[in-house]
């Protein structure tokens, strides 16, 4: 089934011009991770800006159930850690809804624990594949009941968790992150190396938490290595805006005629803003605004102005930096004068869908000529006739980036679910209408 039972089509309609200042909730990433690492610190951790999400509010509900009680103050989010080690056997499932992140950090902290949990999501999390994080795990000692490598699946960890060093076969900071989180509970050096650098955010949050982490250039990669058994200490967390979100109010700027929209304090990692320099490529007027830095982590304000855009090659290597930007990147594309490839998509199709398959096939139904070819997917660009109802399988940034796309078209682009917007960005559609965009319920 590719949607909910209470699925919500929605289309969105031709704009004029989009104006205006804007904030994009909280990154999703540094949301998880500061949930979980103020688990693991003793003491109150206080977040600013936490992603308000469904994805996030799992992790929230998760470290509540075992033992670290999160919840909402006067306006910042407050977590109380019981330090390292200190999870308590939880008396119910563990219900990571739709995310990938939440359950794969987390059975990196399980696997450190003397406990036996069992692991659910719905169906898109039920299909995707976690024995990438399994494998080292199981190395570590953790055990997984019926050896099974996709949710549901019981999870039985070990207080007395081996060091290992792991080479990643994947890309992934996913699977970086839930070694690391692991390593924080073993007794001695826990080392990944990655191959491609991708997301850094564990390893500037275990710094910003006081534990004990070195990073070393290795085999043409970067080697990482966290000491176990260390104390780490509550802290404040400040999150900045989500680059991830900010993509779709970018990309709707830059299609609509005469736009001109400012997004503030937005997140400029440079692991992860691999979308805006590919726009820079395609010709498109963004600038990074008052860099500065805002809790151990780069940020800006984005403004952009629309742009003619063209055709540019997205090299594979730039993948890790933009994964999640593709569907947006791809509507885009069909708007620029010229084709578009990019190259070394095969992560993609592991996402919350089968990204490669759900963006190709949204395209062409709303007049794009697109093609997948192997792990790169190929887009003509020329324009938009729309018309087309996209299916979303369960997956809130093919619904996003569809009808981002329908901005631009002469018929409207229709998505046949919005519900799942919300596990990241529920304030996606309020937002775009305050800049002037205009979304209806198809007829
Ligand atoms: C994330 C890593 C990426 C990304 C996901 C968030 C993270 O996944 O797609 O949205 O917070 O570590 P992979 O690790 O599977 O590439």
């Given amino acids: 089934m590719s949607h909910s039972l209470n699925a919500t089509p929605l289309q969105a309609l031709k704009a004029r011009a989009l104006k205006g200042i804007a904030r994009v909730p909280g990154d999703k990433s540094i949301s998880h991770r500061a949930l979980m690492l ?6 109150r951790t206080s977040i600013s800006g936490l992603l308000e999400a469904e994805d ?4 929230g509900r998760a470290v509540t159930a075992l033992g670290c009680p999160a919840r909402k103050v006067k306006g910042s989010w407050e977590v109380i850690g019981r330090g390292v080690g200190g999870f308590s056997q939880p008396s119910q499932d563990l219900d990571f809804g739709n995310s990938g992140t ?7 902290l399980l696997a450190g624990h003397d406990v036996r949990v069992r692991l659910v999501g719905d169906a898109s999390l039920s299909r995707r594949p976690m024995r990438r994080v399994l494998a080292p795990l199981r190395q570590m000692g953790a055990e997984v009941e019926d050896d099974k490598e996709t949710l549901p699946l019981t999870l039985k960890g070990s207080s007395d968790l081996i060091p290992i060093e792991y080479a990643t076969p994947v890309p992934s900071a996913q699977v970086k992150s839930a070694v690391l989180l692991a390593g924080l509970c073993a007794n001695g050096e826990t080392t990944v ?7 850094d955010h564990t390893e500037r949050m275990l710094r910003h938490f006081g534990a004990d982490i070195r990073t070393a250039k290795r085999d043409g990669g970067m080697a990482i290595t966290v000491c176990g058994d260390v104390e780490l200490e509550g802290r404040n967390v400040i999150v900045p805006g989500d680059p991830s979100s900010a993509a779709f109010l970018t990309a709707a700027a830059l299609i609509v005629p005469e736009s001109e929209v400012t997004i503030e304090g937005v997140l400029v990692n440079e692991t992860r803003t691999g979308f805006y320099m590919t726009l820079r490529e395609m ?9 500065r830095d805002e809790g151990g982590e780069p940020i800006a304000d984005i403004r952009v102005r629309h742009s003619r855009l063209k055709g540019v090659r997205v090299p594979p290597e730039r993948a890790p930096s933009m994964i999640d930007e593709y569907p947006v990147l791809a509507a885009l594309a069909a708007y620029a004068e010229g084709e578009t490839r990019m190259d070394g998509l095969a992560e993609l199709k592991v996402k919350e869908s089968d990204r490669l398959a759900a963006t190709a096939t949204g395209l062409q139904l709303n007049g794009v000529s697109a093609r997948v070819d192997a792990d790169s997917l190929i887009v003509a660009g020329g324009g938009v006739r729309g018309g087309g109802m996209v299916a979303t399988h369960m997956d809130h940034r093919i619904a996003m980036a569809f009808l981002v796309m329908g901005l631009g078209s002469d018929r409207p682009v229709a998505v046949d679910d919005v519900t799942y917007v919300s596990t990241s960005f529920p304030e996606f559609r309020g937002l775009m209408e305050k800049l002037g965009a205009a979304f209806e319920t198809p007829k």
């Fill in 56 to 59: 996030v509010l799992n992790t």
């Fill in 283 to 291: 010709g498109a007027d963004v600038a990074f605004l008052n860099q």
């Fill in 102 to 108: 939440g359950v794969r950090l987390m059975m990196g």
């Fill in 38 to 43: 103020g688990a693991m610190a003793t003491g």
């Fill in 193 to 199: 190396v990655e191959r491609e650098a991708t997301r």
